[in-house]
């Protein structure tokens, strides 16, 4: 061990030369040998002067440790300044942490993550991370913001050392990779193999390897790393929840935000949305809905510029595709990763002899070495050895087997049984979940107890994640395939699917029907999204027609606010296919198809499911849902245009629900026939309805409808030229929708606020804000309803009554860069959009 390294809390400081190839080009061997020579001792002595210890030297990249952040700030800065005269120019990346100092160097992802943050920088550029900032104060650093790194970390603060302007920095942008619970480790080689098929113009480049072989870990990687010369953005598509082929072409439409046009097949709008586009897609585990998803990938192709990075146990077998079959480690990267994995559960594990023959004997599988690693708090690595040997040798004998799968296959069964009765039962109940779960849904549905679950925690069978709603259990896909085994061995598994089943309907039925929709609801379905799919996709296999016509009608608010038009559509049609008896639940689906139809402007079919469910709560004797469906009749009418048609299913709807005391569902119906009146040409009657909704919402502290009624407010305060009061009624029911989260309307009132901004003669912010949301919908797949559509249009033609083509030309483009936040800012006034009409 190097006695001289600091230890404890230690500053870490990375250079790296930009342009070396191009500098020994330009200058020639000598002077670029002289220049760098120089670079070199001006780096060696400012960092000695502040206290530095060099590490490691590799080319003409520095690593140095420090004892305290404004030794380490100081001596970036001295040799900064020193080269800046010179030819060579050096990015810098500061980074504090706590790492363990072994006798192989210091050990942790802080020595990562400052490498990455050098990396991320320009030449002549300091960067210093959250952590150095804190130690060293502001004076002289400026705040660049959050930043992705190429490690796939979550975003940190990155701040610079002086005020000179740089380019942006090489960080991840336009992207939903996920962030992996674990450093990428290894895999130098390979890596740069995949990144270098990716950015010489490979289409479509398959990732094939039997489960374990970390095809997943090293795609995401290599699509961060390649991530710069995909300037439209990096997305990641998860197929493995998914058991229906046709989500494949949703599910990616989900990813990139595309909407889908009515009467346009979705393969021909995202074919449409790839072209002439520099995107990158990983579409990750499509191997179990082959070869149907094979054909959706095909369909692809036609893209111009765009390119698809997929994993999968076998190729798929379509013109144009580029195979890379992962290999296993390479010896020293096995090693590395068990010691990772190691050093995790005890940070003074040291390694031995019997670490290299363990990951040889594991085939070098990156999966198999996590799972023995797991057991060092256990076994010793003898122990370790001796034991997975004597279970690899019993399936040795089945030849025509790929051996890694084999290899695999052993570990994981020789895992399963060391473990407990309980932890076993446990084990194989957990396969019932698709895409993770809760704590609370492992105890009722698969009764875990906290000490049985955290022990495959810690056994790395079960994995734990982070998330805005609390911590979410899963397992990787090739250790849930072995559990799904298991379970169907038990005798259980009929019985935890029920369990399952129930559970996920009583959390979608949890928001009463008769109640406006929370954030907190929705969030929640979300995130269970793929649990909910799993029980419809078995109950519809089962024909048990009733439970899916209960789930998918509970479901369907969700596929309204968060945009899941399509798939909603479709699982509501699937679900009244599999049982046409007179039932409430096929009622209460029916109305949600009629929701569904108008968001995806099919205005034909939702009268046609609205029509049906008043005869199905008329047979049932429903008063509720005999309003309802009369409600949803003129509410098909209202968003298609035709008011006259509306008016009176609106008004006969109002005095049911009335009659009933259902003053939640009155309020709807009020805002709609306000909307229905003024259209109508009685402008007196729609502002005595709206400011009758608008009391009662503010009475009674409803949200949603106050936001609804403050829309009313802000149009009829704008077409009586009362610019202010509609300024402030659209303002106040933005921040509602802000603060809901419900992204269509939020969309609705930038729109409302362009059209008085437009009134009041401010263009180019009626330019921007208009721009921003029709932008917005675009790229959150969101269909913009035809009554905004009618309005947009009109705030156009008054916009360019006071703006020159070029000025527009100018607003629009500015308000289409606008981020969703940066565009309620504007609409708000928090933020200056660029002021009056010429």
Same mark, same amino acid.
């Given at each position: 061990?190097?006695?001289?390294?600091?230890?404890?809390?230690?500053?870490?400081?990375?250079?790296?030369?930009?342009?070396?190839?191009?500098?020994?080009?330009?200058?020639?061997?000598?002077?670029?040998?002289?220049?760098?020579?120089?670079?070199?001792?001006?780096?060696?002595?400012?960092?000695?002067?502040?206290?530095?210890?060099?590490?490691?030297?590799?080319?003409?990249?520095?690593?140095?440790?420090?004892?305290?952040?404004?030794?380490?700030?100081?001596?970036?800065?001295?040799?900064?300044?020193?080269?800046?005269?010179?030819?060579?120019?050096?990015?810098?990346?500061?980074?504090? @942490? /706590?790492? %363990? !100092? &072994?006798?192989? *160097?210091?050990?942790?992802?802080?020595?990562? +993550?400052? $490498?990455?943050? =050098?990396? #991320?920088?320009?030449?002549?550029?300091?960067?210093?991370?959250?952590?150095?900032?804190?130690?060293?104060?502001?004076?002289?650093?400026?705040?660049?913001?959050?930043?992705?790194?190429?490690?796939?970390?979550?975003?940190?603060?990155?701040?610079?050392?002086?005020?000179?302007?740089?380019?942006?920095?090489?960080?991840?942008?336009?992207?939903?990779?996920?962030?992996?619970?674990?450093?990428?480790?290894?895999?130098?080689?390979?890596?740069?193999?995949?990144?270098?098929?990716?950015?010489? @113009? /490979?289409? %479509? !480049? &398959?990732?094939? *390897?039997?489960?374990?072989?970390?095809?997943? +870990?090293? $795609?995401?990687? =290599?699509? #961060?790393?390649?991530?710069?010369?995909?300037?439209?953005?990096?997305?990641?598509?998860?197929?493995?929840?998914?058991?229906?082929?046709?989500?494949?072409?949703?599910?990616?439409?989900?990813?990139?935000?595309?909407?889908?046009?009515?009467?346009?097949?979705?393969?021909?709008?995202?074919?449409?949305?790839?072209?002439?586009?520099?995107?990158?897609?990983?579409?990750?585990?499509?191997?179990?809905?082959?070869?149907?998803?094979?054909?959706?990938?095909?369909?692809?192709?036609?893209?111009? @510029?765009?390119? %698809? !990075?997929?994993?999968?146990?076998?190729?798929?077998?379509?013109?144009?595709?580029?195979?890379?079959?992962?290999?296993?480690?390479?010896?020293?990267?096995?090693?590395?990763?068990?010691?990772?994995?190691?050093?995790?559960?005890?940070?003074?594990?040291?390694?031995?002899?019997?670490?290299?023959?363990?990951?040889?004997?594991?085939?070098?599988?990156?999966?198999?070495?996590?799972?023995?690693?797991?057991?060092?708090?256990?076994?010793?690595?003898?122990?370790?050895?001796?034991?997975?040997?004597?279970?690899?040798?019993?399936?040795?004998?089945?030849?025509?087997?790929?051996?890694?799968?084999?290899?695999?296959?052993?570990?994981?069964?020789?895992?399963?049984?060391?473990?407990?009765?309980?932890?076993?039962?446990?084990?194989?109940?957990?396969?019932?979940?698709?895409?993770?779960?809760?704590?609370?849904?492992?105890?009722?549905?698969?009764?875990?107890?906290?000490?049985?679950?955290?022990?495959?925690?810690?056994?790395?069978?079960?994995?734990?994640?982070?998330?805005?709603?609390?911590?979410?259990?899963?397992?990787?896909?090739?250790?849930?395939?072995?559990?799904?085994?298991?379970?169907?061995?038990?005798?259980?598994?009929?019985?935890?699917?029920?369990?399952?089943?129930?559970?996920?309907?009583?959390?979608?039925?949890?928001?009463?029907?008769?109640?406006?929709?929370?954030?907190?609801?929705?969030?929640?379905?979300?995130?269970?999204?793929?649990?909910?799919?799993?029980?419809?996709?078995?109950?519809?296999?089962?024909?048990?027609?009733?439970?899916?016509?209960?789930?998918?009608?509970?479901?369907?608010?969700?596929?309204?606010?968060?945009?899941?038009?399509?798939?909603?559509?479709?699982?509501?049609?699937?679900?009244?296919?599999?049982?046409?008896?007179?039932?409430?639940?096929?009622?209460?689906?029916?109305?949600?198809?009629?929701?569904?139809?108008?968001?995806?402007?099919?205005?034909?079919?939702?009268?046609?499911?609205?029509?049906?469910?008043?005869?199905?709560?008329?047979?049932?004797?429903?008063?509720?849902?005999?309003?309802?469906?009369?409600?949803?009749?003129?509410?098909?009418?209202?968003?298609?245009?035709?008011?006259?048609?509306?008016?009176?299913?609106?008004?006969?709807?109002?005095?049911?629900?009335?009659?009933?005391?259902?003053?939640?569902?009155?309020?709807?119906?009020?805002?709609?026939?306000?909307?229905?009146?003024?259209?109508?040409?009685?402008?007196?009657?729609?502002?005595?309805?709206?400011?009758?909704?608008?009391?009662?919402?503010?009475?009674?502290?409803?949200?949603?409808?106050?936001?609804?009624?403050?829309?009313?407010?802000?149009?009829?305060?704008?077409?009586?030229?009362?610019?202010?009061?509609?300024?402030?009624?659209?303002?106040?029911?933005?921040?509602?929708?802000?603060?809901?989260?419900?992204?269509?309307?939020?969309?609705?009132?930038?729109?409302?606020?362009?059209?008085?901004?437009?009134?009041?003669?401010?263009?180019?912010?009626?330019?921007?804000?208009?721009?921003?949301?029709?932008?917005?919908?675009?790229?959150?797949?969101?269909?913009?309803?035809?009554?905004?559509?009618?309005?947009?249009?009109?705030?156009?033609?008054?916009?360019?009554?006071?703006?020159?083509?070029?000025?527009?030309?100018?607003?629009?483009?500015?308000?289409?860069?606008?981020?969703?936040?940066?565009?309620?800012?504007?609409?708000?006034?928090?933020?200056?959009?660029?002021?009056?009409?010429?």
């Amino acid at each position: 061990m190097r006695h001289d390294l600091p230890s404890g809390t230690v500053t870490f400081l990375f250079t790296d030369v930009e342009g070396s190839t191009k500098l020994l080009h330009s200058l020639g061997a000598q002077a670029y040998a002289d220049a760098l020579a120089e670079h070199r001792r001006a780096i060696r002595a400012a960092c000695t002067a502040g206290g530095g210890v060099e590490v490691d030297t590799q080319g003409d990249a520095f690593f140095f440790a420090f004892p305290t952040a404004p030794g380490a700030i100081a001596a970036a800065s001295a040799f900064s300044e020193a080269l800046s005269s010179g030819p060579i120019s050096v990015r810098v990346g500061l980074h504090t @942490g /706590t790492p %363990l !100092l &072994t006798e192989e *160097g210091y050990v942790g992802g802080d020595v990562h +993550r400052a $490498a990455r943050i =050098a990396a #991320a920088g320009h030449g002549g550029q300091v960067l210093v991370s959250a952590a150095t900032a804190v130690l060293v104060g502001a004076d002289g650093l400026r705040d660049l913001g959050e930043h992705r790194l190429k490690d796939l970390a979550a975003a940190e603060r990155i701040h610079q050392l002086g005020g000179i302007e740089f380019p942006p920095l090489k960080s991840l942008y336009r992207t939903n990779l996920p962030v992996p619970a674990t450093p990428f480790l290894g895999r130098v080689a390979e890596l740069a193999d995949v990144v270098g098929l990716l950015t010489d @113009g /490979t289409r %479509l !480049l &398959t990732l094939t *390897g039997p489960g374990g072989t970390g095809k997943t +870990r090293l $795609a995401l990687q =290599a699509a #961060a790393e390649a991530s710069e010369s995909f300037p439209d953005g990096v997305f990641w598509v998860p197929l493995a929840p998914l058991r229906d082929p046709e989500l494949v072409l949703p599910s990616l439409a989900r990813a990139l935000a595309v909407a889908e046009e009515p009467g346009t097949p979705l393969e021909k709008t995202l074919v449409a949305h790839l072209s002439h586009k520099s995107l990158l897609l990983l579409l990750d585990n499509v191997e179990h809905l082959l070869p149907s998803a094979a054909e959706h990938v095909a369909a692809l192709r036609a893209t111009n @510029g765009s390119c %698809l !990075l997929v994993t999968s146990r076998e190729r798929l077998r379509i013109g144009g595709e580029q195979t890379w079959p992962v290999p296993p480690l390479a010896d020293e990267d096995g090693t590395e990763l068990f010691l990772a994995r190691a050093r995790a559960i005890d940070p003074a594990f040291a390694t031995t002899p019997a670490v290299d023959q363990l990951c040889a004997r594991l085939d070098e599988l990156p999966l198999a070495i996590e799972l023995a690693a797991a057991r060092t708090a256990v076994f010793s690595v003898e122990q370790l050895l001796d034991r997975i040997s004597q279970r690899l040798d019993l399936l040795r004998g089945d030849r025509d087997a790929d051996p890694r799968q084999q290899t695999l296959r052993a570990t994981i069964e020789w895992s399963y049984e060391l473990l407990s009765k309980d932890e076993q039962r446990l084990f194989a109940r957990l396969a019932v979940f698709v895409g993770g779960c809760t704590y609370e849904a492992t105890q009722d549905i698969a009764g875990a107890d906290p000490d049985t679950l955290q022990s495959l925690l810690d056994k790395s069978i079960v994995r734990k994640r982070d998330t805005d709603l609390g911590p979410r259990y899963w397992m990787l896909e090739t250790i849930r395939e072995y559990a799904s085994e298991r379970l169907e061995a038990s005798g259980d598994q009929e019985d935890v699917r029920r369990r399952h089943a129930e559970h996920f309907l009583a959390l979608a039925e949890s928001l009463p029907r008769d109640t406006e929709v929370s954030r907190e609801w929705l969030d929640r379905m979300e995130i269970e999204h793929d649990n909910v799919r799993a029980a419809l996709e078995r109950a519809l296999a089962a024909g048990d027609g009733q439970f899916a016509l209960q789930l998918s009608g509970a479901m369907w608010r969700l596929w309204a606010v968060r945009g899941y038009h399509a798939e909603g559509m479709t699982r509501l049609e699937q679900a009244l296919a599999c049982d046409e008896r007179v039932t409430a639940a096929r009622a209460y689906a029916l109305t949600g198809a009629v929701a569904s139809a108008v968001d995806l402007r099919e205005y034909e079919h939702g009268r046609s499911y609205a029509e049906e469910a008043l005869v199905l709560y008329s047979a049932l004797g429903d008063e509720w849902g005999i309003a309802r469906a009369t409600f949803f009749q003129g509410f098909v009418a209202v968003e298609s245009g035709d008011f006259e048609r509306a008016q009176r299913p609106l008004e006969e709807a109002l005095k049911r629900f009335s009659a009933l005391g259902a003053e939640f569902d009155a309020q709807i119906v009020l805002f709609n026939l306000s909307w229905a009146y003024e259209e109508l040409g009685d402008i007196e009657r729609a502002r005595e309805v709206a400011e009758e909704m608008l009391t009662y919402a503010r009475t009674t502290g409803s949200v949603r409808n106050l936001a609804f009624a403050l829309d009313l407010t802000s149009t009829h305060a704008r077409d009586a030229g009362r610019l202010e009061d509609a300024f402030d009624a659209a303002r106040e029911g933005l921040q509602i929708r802000r603060d809901e989260g419900d992204i269509q309307h939020i969309l609705d009132s930038v729109s409302r606020l362009a059209a008085i901004h437009a009134c009041a003669s401010r263009g180019r912010t009626a330019a921007q804000l208009l721009s921003s949301s029709v932008h917005l919908h675009e790229e959150r797949g969101i269909l913009v309803p035809r009554y905004q559509e009618e309005r947009n249009g009109l705030t156009i033609e008054l916009i360019r009554t006071g703006l020159d083509e070029d000025t527009f030309a100018e607003a629009w483009q500015a308000g289409a860069s606008l981020s969703l936040d940066e565009a309620i800012a504007l609409a708000l006034g928090e933020a200056d959009g660029g002021g009056a009409a010429a």
